[in-house]
């Protein structure tokens, strides 16, 4: 159950460092797109066992080992991504496009002989872009009212971020800001005009609270960026019944957010907040990868994968934007304010370095093919992002041992990955594919910020399993082949702009279209 600002944060990370990190960045860092080659995609990336494309490089570095011969391939597409919001009778709905480059890459195949058990030595490497983070996303409403009646309003979780620090705390900061003690949306509040103590036992009020009025709510969010993914790989074919593979991932993340958050209230009170987050970095993994053939004269394939965690190492920067205009008594007239974290910080961005490790991939998969026309592939993926983890540059996971706290919200998430293809004709193929993939999030997740947290975007939401559809068609000729592929990619997930108990959910639906051409050359 969510909960707005709980009792472990008093006795957790008080002065300990300045969060910024939450599990919602770590998923979204963590997980990945279906993406590759036209021809990869166009089979719903179901290729591990059947191999002979780049993309299996990054799934099962053993489909590398099949290749015959050398490979150059490059790949770009199109997309769309839209998101269609419901918060009681309001419906927004937003789309973003944008042109991709997905992937390029090649494989030199060296054959060592006919009649020695190592038959091929096959090297290989691939850029693709392995995550987009490309969407826009808004919400809108007059904001529902908890028990009894009760005010729910952002502002209320800057009083609570502001339990326990008294008059004098804020007072007698030299910069609210700088201060480890001090965590942003309480800064805000305090400087912005937006909680009052309500006694002197430390307790505030929200601004809606003091108003005792409900407002309404606007919400919108821009995300840009990606993560690109480059894939170093050697593979070997044994007999021509096993192929071994080991392959380097080398990552470069890029990820920027912008949110608006406004709430509106009577006789033109308002009040604004531009939140502004960056989380740029690198990472490195291993994945480890064999394929097999059971029976000598079966075409039956049997594969299976090892991923290491990808250990990055990021810096997130942000910086906030408080700007209103409220009534003031002792003037009896309505004035503008403006808190800006730039005259604080110097017009610079808060930066905070720290470590991220991935959870640990298990692939297995299965490939047939029929005759000399049908090839099937299937597979299933585990990944358990409970075992998520933070660290600090110099002091290791026992700094971050808040944020480790809170990554059992996440669970452990099953993927599973159907694609067939068919050539109609040796020289021309058509392809479908179907994954399946299970929820990152409990259902009860919220977005848990440190008394000390330096995050003022409030917002989280809990995506739900997700559902891609794809077809392809392919043409193949002596040495020159060309791919087509159309992804649609479909999930839910429930909104909320700000940690409150009693918030309704906001009701999300996103939906993704891409097409796809590789273009590539065989010799």
């Known amino acids: 159950m969510k909960k707005i600002v709980t009792s472990v944060f008093l006795s957790v990370c008080v002065a300990a460092t300045v969060g910024a990190q939450t599990v919602y960045d770590a998923a979204r860092i963590t997980n990945k797109d279906l993406n590759g080659t036209a021809r990869f995609v166009g089979m719903g990336g179901a290729m591990d066992a059947l191999g002979g494309d780049i993309s299996t490089i990054g799934t099962n570095p053993a489909g590398i080992g099949i290749y015959r011969s050398n490979d150059v391939m490059t790949s770009f597409g199109y997309s769309t991504f839209g998101t269609d919001s419901k918060y009681g009778t309001n419906k927004i709905s937003m789309n973003k496009d944008y042109w991709t480059f997905d992937n390029v890459g090649f494989v030199f195949s060296t054959k060592i002989g006919n009649h020695t058990p190592l038959r091929y030595v096959n090297f290989g490497f691939n850029y693709q872009r392995a995550k987009n983070f490309d969407r826009n996303m808004s919400m809108a409403g007059l904001l529902n009212t908890g028990p009894g009646g009760a005010i729910l309003s952002q502002t209320n979780q800057m009083a609570a971020q502001a339990k326990d620090l008294s008059v004098k705390d804020f007072d007698n900061s030299s910069n609210l800001f700088r201060d480890n003690n001090i965590g942003w949306l309480s800064a805000l509040g305090w400087e912005g005009y937006l909680i ?28 840009t960026g990606g993560i690109d993914q480059y894939d170093f790989n050697v593979s070997f074919n044994l007999n021509d019944r096993v192929y071994l593979g080991v392959t ?11 949110t608006y958050y406004s709430e509106d209230f009577d006789y033109g009170e308002f009040y604004n907040l531009h939140s502004d987050n960056q989380i740029t970095g690198a990472g490195f993994d291993f ?21 290491t965690p990808t250990f990055y190492n990021l810096t997130q920067y942000n910086n906030v934007l408080l700007e209103g205009k409220l009534y003031f008594e002792d003037t009896d007239m309505i004035e503008s304010i403006v808190v800006d974290s730039y005259d604080y910080l110097n017009n610079r961005d808060n930066a905070r370095e720290f470590r991220l490790h991935t959870p640990w991939k298990y692939n297995f998969s299965l490939g047939y093919i029929v005759g000399n026309n049908l090839a099937l592939g299937a597979e299933y993926e585990f990944q358990d992002y409970s075992t998520i983890k933070f660290r600090d540059p110099d002091y290791g996971a026992s700094w971050f041992e808040y944020e480790n706290s809170t990554t059992s919200m996440l669970k452990g998430v099953s993927t599973l ?21 299970s929820a990152i999030f409990k259902s009860d997740a919220y ?15 809990n995506s739900k399993s997700i559902n891609n559809f794809t077809v392809g068609v392919g043409y193949r000729g002596r040495s020159v082949y060309a791919d087509l592929a159309y992804q649609y ?23 993704k279209s891409q097409v796809l051409f590789t273009l590539g050359m065989r010799f």
Do not use: M, Q
């Open 196 to 223: 009052d103590p309500a006694d002197k036992d430390g307790e505030y009020l929200g601004l809606a609270s003091i108003y005792d009025e409900v407002p309404y709510t606007n919400f919108t969010s821009w995300e």
């Open 248 to 258: 380097i991932g080398a990552y470069d993340v890029n990820y920027k957010k912008y």
């Open 287 to 307: 994945k480890l990868g064999a394929i097999f053939r059971p029976f000598e004269t079966s075409p039956l394939r049997v594969g299976v994968a090892v991923h």
């Open 417 to 437: 990955r159907l694609g067939a293809e068919y050539k109609v004709i040796p020289e021309f193929a058509i392809r479908a594919g179907y994954n399946y993939s």
């Open 447 to 461: 977005k848990a910020l440190p008394l000390n947290s330096v995050n003022t975007d409030t917002d989280f939401s």
């Open 489 to 511: 990619t479909g999930y839910k997930e429930d909104f909320y702009a700000f940690d409150e108990l009693y918030l309704n959910k906001t009701d999300v639906k996103n939906s």
